[in-house]
């Protein structure tokens, strides 16, 4: 008798929009979503529901979020929508793991006052230009991460998600969802679930710069056979030229 494949298969949704405080890159900030955002989350949930109803899946019962309000709140209020679609009960698991990039002791002060501070530190020869956006620099500060660093934290968290017995997706499939069939909502920050696709196999290093996530709607990636991820549903955003680069 052959063993059924085991599969993780994974929503990776970035927050909806929120208050976010004007030139303060830190991702720690504790702010709300805005209305916009809390519409975003509920079309982001309808999104969610055509793609299972189009692929034979089902969403998984528990949704996995970031501990930060923003991506709380985004969850809250997709489980609240797909609850009353389908008539099932949907919880909510938040988790530090799925934090965006932390600048330690700078976190929530402004471009500025970062700027300030490293500059009187004369343990450090200067802040590149990139420091924001480089993948690879973490802030000489105590609690500090890199973006590659936060990309691999949350890497480790989709890694470690359970798998179901089910088949790969297919691109029209004709049967309807089994038990098995399901796809688990992972909701977090943009650069954090960026870099952690491409430590998956599933983006290029070059392709992390080049694209954004939409709002509160889903890209899904796949694993099968163990440690072989793939993009099967769901499109990034292509960031613009010259769009600032935010979490």
């Not at 004007?22 to 519409?39: M, V, W, Y």
């Not at 909502?185 to 710069?209: K, P, S």
Request: net charge negative; proline share 7%.
């Amino acid at each position: 008798m052959t063993d059924e494949p085991t599969i993780r298969r994974v929503a990776l949704i970035r927050h909806a929009d929120y208050h976010q405080q004007i030139d303060t890159p830190s991702a720690l900030q504790p702010f709300p979503l805005t209305r916009r955002g809390e519409r975003q989350a509920r079309e982001g949930a309808e999104e969610v529901l055509t793609l299972c109803q189009a692929h034979g899946w089902q969403p998984a019962s528990t949704v996995h979020a970031s501990s930060l309000l923003r991506a709380w709140q985004t969850a809250q209020v997709m489980n609240e929508v797909m609850g009353d679609r389908t008539e099932r009960e949907f919880s909510l698991m938040a988790h530090d793991a799925l934090w965006e990039r932390s600048l330690g002791s700078a976190a929530n002060l402004t471009t500025a006052q970062i700027a300030e501070a490293v500059r009187h530190d004369p343990r450090v020869d200067f802040l590149p230009a990139d420091w924001k956006s480089n993948s690879h620099f973490r802030l000489p500060l105590p609690g500090a991460e890199s973006l590659m660093q936060a990309g691999q934290r949350v890497a480790d968290f989709i890694a470690s998600l359970p798998a179901s017995s089910t088949t790969p997706s297919v691109s029209a499939p004709t049967s309807p969802p089994t038990s098995g069939a399901t796809l688990t909502l992972v909701v977090g920050h943009g650069a954090a679930l960026r870099h952690a696709a491409h430590l998956l196999g599933v983006l290029d290093f070059d392709q992390i710069a080049g694209l954004s996530m939409h709002h509160a709607r889903p890209v899904v990636i796949e694993e099968t056979p163990p440690g072989s991820w793939r993009h099967v549903a769901g499109e990034w955003k292509v960031r613009q030229r010259h769009e600032p680069a935010q979490d």
